[in-house]
């Protein structure tokens, strides 16, 4: 047994199998590929890797299955050989799904046009990782269905823990790592609470994860912490910028986006890789983000459902005075999801409450009003083309005529 501290989790354990693991290529890779992408340009101690992360997955997933067989009430593990070889799947499953990541994450997948999923699938393929999973007496495909939300019904449960909509051991890690190396206060939530509360209940025949009902706070403190992280940081406008100048600058540096196709020739690069190549970039992008040049500023923010109307003036109020030189960011996000491919009306979260399951929207009213859609949207002009005064005129001469 080997033992790793971490800030967040602190002491993790691991077997002699699961450090072999980390020790194949591509998981020591995920040391090179930064958890938070460019947000480190807005909040400087943002540096944690997706490594680092991986662990943390595997520490919250282990308390989280510890959990549910302490309170293992209706026989959801036929016996201690069934809890030991959940577990073990669960645990190389987690340290597993971010594997499949390129450099810089989502501006990579966009350059390059293929998911991590699909690349997940390529890495558990070489002969590498069959090898360490092998030892570990662990299927590769049940890996690869519980890290794309594609395993089946016996494996519900698991799923939820690794790939879930709503109680997935990745989103409890992400989110108190996040904050801690942000300093978003606001991000963090009741892990505690939350971990000890959660559950398998029987959602019509078959085992679905959910949460006590004295846990409903902390599930509250979780889909809060969720939207401050998206409001504070993922969507910073910083970070959205500079990711912008990103993929910009990834489209310069492989012109033939197929070349990465192979897996040898996709796991070669990550984020060192690509800014050390983009110190030698001649482009506008690349110089950009070398010298932290902030090539786009935010001539206006609407984070209002109802502000579209205005967003959409703006918008066009700014291209007609600025042609070529307005770029409008827009992204929402599901505060509290429903899993997927689910029937209209059934629960979400289920929730153990004194007048038995109940779907988490109606245990809680706070749930239930962040169960929607949230939204952030921004008007960037580029810096060195538009007088920002003037941009940020016209955007509120738009926003007022759009309110009449």
């Given at each position: 047994m080997k033992r790793i501290f971490d800030p967040v989790h602190h002491f993790?354990?691991?077997?002699?199998?699961?450090?072999?693991?980390?020790?194949?290529?591509?998981?020591?890779?995920?040391?090179?590929?930064?958890?938070?992408?460019?947000?480190?340009?807005?909040?400087?101690?943002?540096?944690?890797?997706?490594?680092?992360?991986?662990?943390?997955?595997?520490?919250?997933?282990?308390?989280?299955?510890?959990?549910?067989?302490?309170?293992?009430?209706?026989?959801?593990?036929?016996?201690?050989?069934?809890?030991?070889?959940?577990?073990?799947?669960?645990?190389?499953?987690?340290?597993?799904?971010?594997?499949?990541?390129g450099p810089f994450s989502h501006a990579c997948e966009a350059v390059l046009g293929r998911s991590h999923e699909t690349r997940t699938r390529e890495i558990l393929e070489t002969d590498e990782m069959r090898r360490a999973l092998g030892r570990l007496g662990v299927d590769p495909l049940e890996v690869l269905g519980l890290v794309t939300g594609t395993a089946p019904p016996h494996l519900a449960v698991l799923q939820e823990l690794v790939s879930g909509p709503n109680l997935d051991a990745d989103r409890m890690d992400y989110l108190l790592r996040d904050a801690y190396f942000t300093g978003v206060v606001n991000g963090r939530y009741d892990a505690e609470q939350?971990?000890?509360?959660?559950?398998?209940?029987?959602?019509?025949?078959?085992?679905?994860?959910?949460?006590?009902?004295?846990?409903?706070?902390?599930?509250?403190?979780?889909?809060?912490?969720?939207?401050?992280?998206?409001?504070?940081?993922?969507f910073h406008h910083t970070t959205r910028m500079f990711e912008r100048v990103l993929q910009e600058a990834l489209g310069e540096l492989w012109p033939e986006p197929r070349a990465l196709d192979p897996v040898a020739a996709f796991l070669a690069w990550d984020d060192f890789r690509v800014m050390d190549a983009l110190r030698e970039a001649t482009g506008a992008s690349g110089r950009a983000l070398r010298s932290r040049d902030k090539r786009y500023v935010v001539a206006a923010e609407f984070n209002a459902e109802r502000d579209l109307a205005s967003f959409e003036a703006s918008q066009a109020a700014l291209e007609a005075a600025f042609p070529g030189a307005v770029w409008a960011d827009a992204q929402e996000q599901l505060m509290h999801r429903l899993p997927l491919g689910i029937r209209p009306g059934t629960a979400s979260v289920l929730v153990g409450t004194s007048h038995g399951l109940e779907d988490a929207r109606h245990a809680s009213d706070l749930i239930d009003r962040l169960s929607g859609k949230a939204f952030w949207r921004k008007l960037f002009v580029r810096r060195d083309e538009v007088p920002i005064a003037a941009a940020r005129r016209i955007c509120r001469d738009a926003s007022t005529g759009a309110r009449r």
């Open positions: 993790i354990e691991l077997d002699a199998g699961e450090i072999a693991l980390l020790d194949t290529a591509p998981m020591q890779r995920l040391r090179r590929l930064r958890q938070l992408g460019l947000a480190y340009l807005a909040f400087p101690a943002a540096e944690h890797s997706r490594f680092s992360h991986a662990l943390g997955a595997l520490a919250a997933g282990e308390r989280a299955l510890a959990t549910l067989r302490a309170h293992d009430d209706d026989g959801y593990f036929a016996d201690s050989r069934d809890y030991e070889a959940q577990r073990r799947l669960l645990r190389a499953s987690l340290l597993l799904h971010d594997v499949g990541h939350l971990l000890v509360s959660l559950r398998v209940y029987d959602r019509s025949g078959r085992p679905a994860l959910g949460v006590d009902g004295r846990g409903i706070v902390a599930l509250e403190s979780f889909v809060l912490a969720r939207y401050m992280m998206f409001a504070t940081v993922y």
